[in-house]
Structures are given as C-alpha cells and as structure tokens.
C-alpha cells in the first residue's frame, strides 16, 4: 500500500500529510475542497501525466514561485519489508521537467511502473465512448501502459517521427527517399510495438471481463480495431504505399493513431455510445476493475476512483464495494459525504478536506 504521502505545493495544497492510510481510503469534503488534487498527486506516481494530463505549470499552487512535490511510501503490508520511498518533482515549471526518484536517488517514469499500478476513474471518462477516437486511444495506451511501463516510450516515439513526417509530407520541396524512408523504420518500430500492446491488452482484458458477473454492471464486449495496419509489416507497407496519397492529404492517413476501441453492450449487442448513460457508466466501471486486477499482478495496485459512488444506484455501487474488497487493491475514493460510504466506512481510513488541508476524520 501508499502511505505517508505528501503534497507539497501542489494545486491548493501547500504541505499535506496523509499517514496511516488503509485499503479503502476515502477523502470527504466539498466540490473545490481539493480532493481530486489528492488523487492526482497519487496518479502522479506512476508513468504517464496524471489523471488529469496537466501542464507541470498549472500544478504548482499559484503564487508558490517555485515547483511542487509528490512523494509516499510503498510498503510490503505484514512482509516485513523496508519501505519504499517514491518521489516525484518539478523544480521549476517554467519551463520544466518532471523528474523521479526512488529511495533518494534520480530514476526514470518507466521504473516507477515497475513497482505501482495505478488505475482510475474520473466523472470527466463519463464520455469516453460518445466522444472523439483520440480520447479512446488514450484510454487504450494508459491502460496499456500500466500492464507495460515500456509502452509510454514507444507512444511518445510513434508520435514524434508521425510528426515528423507528416512535416516532410506537407513540404514540396523535400523528396521521397532516404528521409521518409528513416522516418517510416521508426515508426513502424514503434508504432509495430503499440500495435501488439494493445491487441495484447484487449485480449487480456476481455479474458477477465468473462470471469466477471455480467450483473449488476453491464458486461461490455470490447474489440481492437487497428486503424489500417494490424502489425509492423502491415505499417510499413502501408507508410509507403500511402505516399502519394499522405502527400495529397499532407497528413499521414494510416497507422496506429487512427486506431479505435469499439465497445459494445454484450448482453443488449448495442453499442456503448448508443447505451443508456447508466449502462455506460457501468461499463466504463467493469473494465475498470478488470484491468485493475490485471495491472497488480506481481505490484502494488492502486486504484483511483473519483466521485464513483454518487454516480451509482444503491445496488450497482454495494457490488462495486464487494468487488473492491475482493480486488487486493488498495482504493482510494472521493465523495461530499460519508453517506454513500457506510457499508465499507468501518474499515476504512477517513479523511476530511477543506481549502487544501486533510485531517483524519
């Protein structure tokens, strides 16, 4: 589990402590108490940009002047085991860099993934199935990421040389040749590797989710649908098949980030954007808690849910409490009041927050 976390200078939170945390682990307090900046700070520890993928200036607490600070501890339960210290800062936003270290000493964002799977839902996800493809897609890579700390980087590498040519295209007076040539080897080595890591993640996933109780979450039937290739050698043979064609456009039309994830209501074979926003929301819940599981195998799993139960019948959020029990995770929830929370208050740690300060409830 995360314990002793600490927040400094972050958002409304100029130096905050949460010390004796437990599996479910619950912040109350009103809408712009600073909760979800809690979560966010947590999110934080882990590779990617955080649950909200903030710019590093709009983190630090307005008038700081300086950078922010996120650390805790990550310790082994009843092992025995010595704590691990995780910490990650900015020393200055502006411009800046994220930086990482692990028992004191600079690491990388990929290390931390080794140790923390980190999984949430946000209410601003309550779209993902109605909105645009980019939005799936990143769903796609940040789950994926947390099965594959690799992943990032082969995200991040992909979109860097498909910017790339996609500026050698919309250029007249640059060739075909040797530049799109070394351009195209690198995405297709990267762009080859997220192709099989979400294919891979997909399969994973719909694996647990037949395991699960299609009641009372709708169970979702999701599918990978490449956008154009379905491995490296399709990718390359499409990148330079579509050179005529890309160059016209000025713009690169086939390649992983054209891809799509189509999910749909197995039970009703109704797609989740035409699904009731209930039915969505329970869906968006049952992969959620599916792909926790498999993100903490072999790591600590954490799990970030932010105004999850308010948005629940009574029946839908007593499952979802039951499957978090059984999950091994540890939770860590968001609410304005405890109300929604007493089936599972009694073994929970209980924080108030208000204008950036927590105190134990």
């Known amino acids: 589990m995360l314990d002793r976390i600490s927040l400094s200078r972050f958002r409304n939170h100029e130096a905050t402590d949460l010390v004796g945390t ?30 909200r993928r903030a710019n590093l200036a709009e983190i630090v607490m307005h008038g700081a002047g300086a950078g922010f600070g996120v650390g805790a501890s990550l310790t082994a339960g009843d092992m025995g085991d010595e704590p691990l210290r995780l ?10 860099r994220r930086r990482i270290r692990i028992n004191g000493a600079d690491n990388t964002a990929t290390a931390l993934g080794e140790w923390i799977a980190l999984t949430w839902l946000t209410p601003a996800m309550d779209g993902l199935f109605t909105g645009p493809s980019a939005d799936r897609r990143r769903f796609l890579d940040r789950m994926a990421l947390a099965l594959d700390p690799a992943h990032a980087q082969h995200a991040a590498r992909y979109e860097s040389a498909l910017r790339e040519r996609n500026r050698l295209l919309s250029d007249e007076r640059i060739p075909e040749g040797a530049w799109l040539d070394a351009i195209e080897a690198q ?6 590797r997220l192709i099989a890591g979400r294919a891979a993640l997909v399969d994973t996933l719909m694996a647990r989710i037949a395991h699960m109780p299609s009641e009372p979450f709708a169970r979702p039937a999701i599918t990978y649908a490449p956008g154009g290739a379905d491995s490296a050698e399709a990718l390359s043979q499409a990148l ?4 005529r064609g890309d160059r016209a456009a000025q713009r ?20 989740a954007a035409q699904s009731s ?85």
Not at 187 to 192: A, K, Q, S
Not at 240 to 243: D, H, K, L, S, T
Request: hydrophobic residues 45%; glycine residues 12%.
């Open 87 to 96: 910490a990650t800062y900015c020393e200055s936003p502006h411009p800046g």
């Open 187 to 192: 995405m297709v080595e990267h762009g080859g």
């Open 240 to 243: 330079f098949e579509g050179r």
């Open 277 to 361: 926003t209930g039915e969505q929301k329970a869906m968006l819940v049952a992969i959620t808690l599916a792909h926790a599981a498999l993100a903490a195998q072999g790591r600590a799993g954490v799990l970030l849910l932010d105004e999850v139960a308010a948005h629940l019948d009574p029946v839908r959020r007593t499952a979802l409490f039951e499957q978090l029990s059984a999950s091994g995770a540890q939770v860590w929830m968001t609410g304005t009041e405890i109300a929604p929370f007493d089936s599972i208050a009694g073994d929970a740690a209980i924080w108030r927050v208000s204008g950036g300060t927590v105190d134990p409830a």
């Open 252 to 271: 690169t039309l086939a390649g992983p980030h054209r891809d799509e994830l189509e999910v749909i209501h197995a039970a009703k074979r109704v797609a």
């Open 22 to 51: 437990s599996r479910f682990n619950l912040l109350v307090g009103d809408n712009g108490a600073g909760k979800t900046n809690v979560l966010e700070a947590i999110s934080l520890l882990a590779p990617g940009r955080g649950l």
